[in-house]
């Protein structure tokens, strides 16, 4: 239906020469590509052009997804102002805690977690002709998922429904394959910019720390830049941290006529609008920010950046469920969007603070959110999307099994989802192959999991807030939940001071309700103070909780430790040393406890820092026993734990009730259960190796001869014997043969002959053929039994007099005749005379040899000329005569 809208006349930008192009392409397509560098207009003009579209009915919208508050806000204004309009009418913005729209607005500018809340809610979006996604390259996990859960309504709901991604990247080429979609590509307009790289030599002689290195490297290049251009100054840093201090250093060396801001998503927005206004007449400025002026903005006025080369990113491990901010080296595509920012009106300048050399080692993109964060708010999302397998939607990068699994595992923990059923999966419903096809987890959101999402809070912070109201806490788990989504409020009062803040999240609550530092030398935010109130009242709405007269009464009397247990039930944690933690996964992180309270034994962690293998707790809570044993009483278990104490050399017992890895409580059990007895003398020997048994001499035999065996006949009839197997399958072999035991000591008087022989498959006859195969002893011709050493499986050994064996012409086997012995033929001392496994050929040369050494030796013993027809003998001739 053709409707009455007229585009006005349009600024001259870029991008107004590729409209022809893109009206087509929307005109016939239900998804295209628009590839416009910064600075073309794309944000400023494109949407104005599709709210003129034929293919739009008059009462549709367009929506136009913007990556940060700031844009969204800004990018509306800049419509509403070419339309003549205010913000509200026909161009408005919707975000998180702020909407200015009304029933005549048919463009919403709107972050991107809004798209999925309102894809939920109305999965056609039957008002809205376009979604418009800008500034897609940025790649963010809540516009992969809005894209994903948009393309996948088209498909099924709407093929009407006109999808634009707009990316400043060449990356506009691969997203034009994959969905496929036409790519339509605008010039851009840079002027001239001029970059300057850091010096080698200087950049050798600065410290590695990013935060020193830009603290000592940015003030001197501000005042530099001051001094040698004109225009503003844009300085890009990568945390508020790092804002504020070079704010402290720049200080008072900055010129009156010079005015100094700071831009990043957690001031107000009336300190972030004036970072964006043009500087007065006769005035200049220096704005210090974060990542956030990268795209979406103009800010007019500025001709030099000061790029400082790093960025704070979010890094989750799937292995640890700990997400971490690092300070990483910047990717080349986003030094190049801050560069550009110089260059938006006049020609500008750009000074990276990084040498040309270390610029071609930069990566070339940063990697997309979807690859490196916690996943727990997308999987509810896809969950009550009716998704099950991530897999099944359309993704330009499928989110990480490892991350998918450790969101769904938490959001169970939570009660977010059920724990589900296994069920195969088919393909095109295949019935045949249904037991040929491997099993997935099939999981639904609950009741609660629906709750959570309509709060827009990460699950945990969500989960705080509804289970904190339910349990009469409503305002405390609000303003908890809002302190801990926010950044944190309390600072030293002193500039520069490098210690870590205390860790203490009751002394946040009690900021937030006395609007004072809660201890001496703390000092507050108060900007952050008045945002965490703010977002406390909205979500003490949105969860239902009677409002008290004042939003902070009750704050410092409620159970802060339970409700932080609440957000992060996987970080309770109990006292180990003065100094360290277990976590109830067993995990260990360092906190000072008298930081927090040195009395406690158990404790909530919110945030932790450092590294998975050293994390630390930067966040925590006490919590008494009650606490736990009242809000995770289904999780705990009383066991009975019986093990062998080496120092008292006996099995001792304890009854002991367990939450996850933390010891609630425990007690001696006097007669543990014989089987628990027998099992804690295994588990010591597992671990303490076979040594400890009594391997007497014919024991290691036997388990010499068996080896032997394994080793020549092998398979399932001749298992493995040796100490690495018989550790494995010590419970199998040895573990009836313990039952009634109740010390090592009776353990070490265990005869083992019969336990090894047990393990045998074959039982008697087997045992028997033990004996045929490899005897444990040979008569041989003097009438001696003489004991075979199995101890080199290869080469079994008969150790014994010469003599013994005159008359022996063959050499003695064993296996049925298929192994030769080697003999050890000793001198009537018992020492080797000779080895050798050719009894005859020794008869025949070597004997001579060895008579000729020995005779003069042993007189006494018979040294024939004939061995081989001598009478065998372990006598003397003088006895030998005599018998």
């Not at 500008?348 to 080692?361: I, K």
Request: hydrophobic residues 45%; aromatic residues 4%; contains cysteine.
């Amino acid at each position: 239906m053709p409707h009455s809208f007229r585009l006005p006349p349009l600024p001259d930008l870029p991008i107004v020469a590729a409209l022809p192009a893109l009206r087509e392409a929307l005109a016939t397509q239900p998804r295209v590509v628009l590839e416009a560098p910064p600075g073309a207009g794309k944000t400023t003009v494109v949407p104005l052009e599709l709210l003129a579209a034929e293919w739009r009915a008059p009462n549709q919208k367009i929506l136009v997804l913007e990556p940060r508050q700031l844009a969204a806000r800004a990018a509306a204004a800049r419509l509403a102002q070419l339309l003549g309009e205010p913000v509200g009418r026909t161009v408005g913005y919707r975000v998180r805690l702020d909407s200015q729209v009304s029933v005549d607005t048919r463009v919403e500018v709107i972050t991107e977690g809004i798209l999925t809340r309102m894809l939920q809610d109305d999965p056609a979006l039957e008002d809205v002709a376009c979604v418009v996604f800008d500034e897609f390259h940025e790649r963010s996990l809540n516009a992969d998922l809005g894209l994903a859960l948009a393309l996948d309504a088209q498909a099924v709901l709407r093929p009407e429904l006109r999808i634009l991604l707009m990316s400043a990247t060449l990356e506009a080429q691969r997203l034009g394959q994959w969905l496929p979609a036409p790519v339509v590509s605008s010039a851009g307009f840079l002027f001239p910019i001029e970059t300057h790289y850091l010096d080698p030599r200087r950049a050798a002689a600065l410290p590695p720390k990013p935060s020193e290195r830009l603290a000592e490297l940015v003030p001197g290049q501000v005042r530099a830049a001051l001094a040698a251009h004109e225009g503003d100054v844009l300085v890009f840093l990568p945390g508020v941290a790092d804002l504020q201090r070079i704010e402290k250093k720049l200080g008072d060396s900055l010129l009156p006529t010079t005015d100094l801001h700071l831009l990043h998503g957690e001031l107000p927005l009336e300190a972030q609008q004036a970072a964006l206004r043009p500087a007065a007449a006769g005035r200049r400025k220096v704005i210090l920010a974060t990542s956030i002026a990268e795209t979406s903005l103009t800010i007019e006025g500025v001709r030099v950046v000061i790029d400082g080369g790093f960025a704070r990113v979010p890094r989750f491990v799937p292995r640890t469920g700990f997400t971490t901010l690092e300070t990483v080296p910047v990717a080349q595509a986003a030094a190049d969007q801050r560069r550009g920012r110089a260059g938006r009106l006049a020609p500008g300048t750009c000074y990276r603070l990084w040498t040309e050399a270390e610029h071609y080692q930069l990566p070339a993109h940063r990697p997309p959110e979807i690859q490196t964060a916690d996943l727990s708010g997308l999987v509810l999302e896809l969950a009550l999307w009716g998704t099950h397998d991530p897999s099944s939607l359309r993704w330009l990068d499928v989110p990480p099994v490892a991350a998918v699994a450790q969101a769904r595992e938490l959001l169970v923990r939570l009660g977010a989802m059920t724990n589900g059923r296994r069920e195969p999966i088919l393909a095109q419903n295949d019935k045949a192959a249904l037991y040929s096809l491997p099993f997935t987890q099939i999981t639904q959101p609950t009741p609660h999991g629906r709750q959570l999402a309509k709060l827009g809070l990460p699950p945990r912070l969500g989960h705080l807030v509804v289970r904190g109201t339910d349990l009469g806490h409503g305002p405390a788990a609000a303003a908890l939940a809002a302190l801990l989504a926010e950044r944190d409020l309390l600072r030293w009062a002193t500039p520069h001071d490098p210690r870590p803040l205390p860790p203490d999240l009751r002394l946040r609550l009690e900021a937030l309700a006395s609007s004072r530092p809660p201890l001496v030398g703390l000092a507050l935010h108060h900007a952050t103070l008045q945002r965490v109130r703010e977002v406390a009242r909205h979500l003490q709405g949105r969860s239902g909780s009677k409002h008290s007269a004042s939003p902070t009464q009750g704050l410092t009397s409620s159970p802060v430790g339970l409700l932080t247990a609440l957000a992060y039930p996987d970080r309770l944690a109990q006292r180990e040393a003065p100094d360290r933690l277990r976590l109830i996964t067993g995990q260990r992180v360092s906190l000072k406890t008298e930081d927090v309270d040195p009395q406690a034994r158990f404790f909530a962690v919110a945030y932790l820092a450092g590294t998975s293998a050293a994390p630390r707790a930067t966040l925590a809570a006490p919590l008494d026993l009650e606490e736990l044993e009242a809000g995770f009483a289904e999780q705990i278990i009383t066991t009975e734990e019986v093990r062998y104490d080496a120092t008292a050399q006996r099995v001792v017992g304890r009854r002991v009730r367990r939450l996850g890895a933390l010891v609630l409580a425990e007690s001696v059990i006097g007669q543990p259960d014989a089987m628990l007895v027998a099992q804690a003398l295994l588990s010591y020997l597992q671990e303490s190796g076979l040594s400890k048994l009594n391997w007497t001499a014919s024991a290691r035999q036997l388990q010499q001869r068996l080896t032997f065996l394994h080793q020549l006949l092998g398979g399932a009839e001749w298992p493995a014997f040796d100490d690495e197997a018989l550790l494995t399958d010590l419970a199998t072999w040895l573990g009836p043969h313990l039952a009634g035991l109740k010390s090592l000591d009776q353990v070490q008087r265990l005869d083992l002959t019969e336990p090894l022989l047990a393990r045998l498959p074959g039982g008697w006859a087997q045992r028997q053929e033990l004996d045929r195969l490899a005897p444990a002893a040979l008569e041989v011709p003097s009438g001696s039994q003489v004991s075979l050493d199995y101890s080199d499986p290869t080469a079994p050994v008969l150790a014994v007099k010469l003599q013994e064996l005159f008359g022996l012409t063959e050499t003695p086997t064993v296996a049925a005749g298929r192994v030769p012995l080697l003999l050890h033929l000793l001198s009537p001392g018992g020492r080797p005379a000779q080895v050798t496994r050719d009894l005859r050929s020794f008869w025949e040369k070597g004997y001579f040899e060895v008579r000729k050494d020995l005779k003069g030796k042993y007189p006494k013993h018979p040294w024939p000329d004939k061995p081989m027809d001598h009478i065998p003998t372990k006598l003397t001739k003088k006895r030998l005569g005599a018998a």
